[in-house]
């Protein structure tokens, strides 16, 4: 059975934990205590020199990263519809992996941190990443259901849970009725599994 180390609250662990249950995969969940720095611990960098979750073991075989995660996940267990074997819909995919380590982190996410556990951030830049990446992201799911194409593929569940959770960030989607849809329909997927709702103490 796989192993998923990982943060409740964490967007980059829930990712992962959305694609298992949409492959269908039996998993268990490893809760890591971040708060007590469980993920600092030797035992924890050995399966992540980082220290960073998430991180999975898939009877001994240890893959860290949400996205490389993910691409381990499609390849091993997925078909050609998660992550295409062509060269222009795979470089579609990588792109919006690209986006959700670059637009995604800097944006909705970090504007997430500061609002829930009150990172030494710029709140309003963050902000302002994020409304720049809606933007875009509004005008390209005018014309197509999916991020990557006509079919949801990995680049769909790496956008999926910051973006769906941007409000906890004080980022509205309300502006975007494409993006609101696009999100939907990935929870319109057979195997969806919500992120935990954030605690009400944290966000106070």
Do not use: C
Request: hydrophobic share 50%; charged share 20%.
């Amino acid at each position: 059975m796989i192993k998923l180390y990982r943060h409740e609250l964490s967007g980059h662990a829930h990712r992962v934990e959305l694609f298992l249950s949409l492959l269908g995969l039996d998993h268990e969940l490893v809760d890591v205590d971040l708060m007590s720095g469980a993920h600092k611990t030797n035992a924890f960098r050995a399966l992540n020199s980082f220290a960073q979750l998430p991180v999975i073991d898939d009877n001994g075989v240890i893959v860290s990263d949400s996205n490389a995660i993910l691409v381990y996940l499609a390849k091993k267990y997925g078909n050609q519809t998660w992550l295409p074997e062509d060269a222009v819909k795979a470089a579609q995919v990588q792109r919006w992996l690209s986006i959700a380590a670059g637009p995604v982190a800097f944006g909705p996410a970090a504007a997430r941190l500061v609002t829930l556990f009150k990172a030494p951030l710029d709140h309003e830049r963050t902000k302002s990443i994020a409304y720049a990446l809606f933007d875009v992201m509004e005008q390209e799911l005018a014309t197509r259901d999916w991020l990557a194409g006509a079919d949801a593929t990995i680049a769909d569940v790496a956008g999926y849970s910051y973006i769906a959770h941007a409000p906890e960030g004080d980022v509205s989607l309300e502006p975007y009725p494409h993006l609101r849809a696009w999100l939907k329909r990935i929870e319109d997927l057979p195997g969806f599994v919500a992120m935990k709702a954030t605690p009400i103490a944290l966000a106070a």
